[in-house]
């Protein structure tokens, strides 16, 4: 095994697949449909944010549609970032993600600030982009996301509460899916204010729950496959930006979302801890060498490299749980 990627996949070598691996690969083996399962689990993708560096688990869910695997989840939880590339994933153009380095200027536009807008401009990515497409890239198909079998739920954090929360039963159109788009990546300061879906306001899922594994689990998640933008040699830093965004742009918000903006270093650091040792969760992270991605990046070929490592990060791993199952079937 080469990767990180590789060695958190599989965890006993080719023979003992991890739990998760197996159930997918049996899953789309037999042809098994979401809502009719006959395995009596509940197996749910989980995929974590970070701005452009998201890009990274945006190709391992591509990945996972290259595979033939997405029907082989129950639900796909998201967290800013990694709340449109779950999105992405479950339209009826899943291939649209290996198009999203192209336009990271659309998202992140330095000159915003001096015309009185965001930096992050959300509206113009999930309202116009994602609504109205552009050359190359087709509008994103809602309704198939809506009408689609496997679950989909986007998470935020509450202005009001500072806890993360799942926005699926909030969702009934496609112009609330795109208000719950730009909720999960309302993030403070660079996206401005907090976005309003059905009269609450709302942050960005990675104040409260970066890695969106803990909702699935408290709705029934029996299994998760978790897509990590960031490299397990990235630990979680305070930043010094931080406390002065709190005790400005937040000085008016709730105590408690205060608190879980404060927190988030804390909680990426037991993330870590916990997903490393629960048994039937695995996570994809790409490899050591992957080269960092900035939350703020726009240089489009860093980004596609970085399509490029999340896409290897689950290639590899799958291929390799395959030859061992043929070198076992033969021997």
Known sequence: ?????????VTAGPEEPHPVWRILTER????????ARADGHRVALAIEGGGMRGIIAGGMALALHELGLTN?????YGASAGAASGAWLL???????????????TLIRPWNPLR???????????????????????????????????????????A????STDLRPFIGDAAELRLALRASAALPLL????????GRRYHDASVSESVPYRTALAQGATHIMVLR??????????????????KTLLRSEPVALRRAFLDRPARLTEDDAYLTHHPAIVSIRPAPGTPPVGRLSRDGDLLETALEAGRAAVHEPYSQLHDGQESTSTD
Do not use: C
């Open 1 to 9: 095994m080469t990767t990180t990627a590789t060695t958190a996949a």
């Open 28 to 35: 789309a083996r037999t042809g098994s449909r979401p809502g």
């Open 72 to 76: 082989g989840f129950d639900a796909v």
């Open 91 to 105: 339209s009826s153009s899943p291939h649209s993600l290996r198009f999203l380095p192209k336009y990271a200027g």
């Open 116 to 158: 009185g807008r965001p930096l992050v401009d959300l509206h113009a990515f999930y309202e116009v982009l994602y609504r109205d497409g552009h050359q190359d890239f087709a509008p994103m198909d809602f309704a198939s996301i809506l009408a689609g079998d496997v679950e989909y739920h986007p998470l935020a954090t509450d």
């Open 160 to 163: 009001a509460t500072g806890e």
């Open 191 to 198: 996206a401005g204010h907090p976005v309003t879906l059905r």
């Open 229 to 246: 933008s960031r490299r397990a040699i990235d630990t979680a830093r305070p930043s010094r930006s931080a406390p002065v965004v709190a």
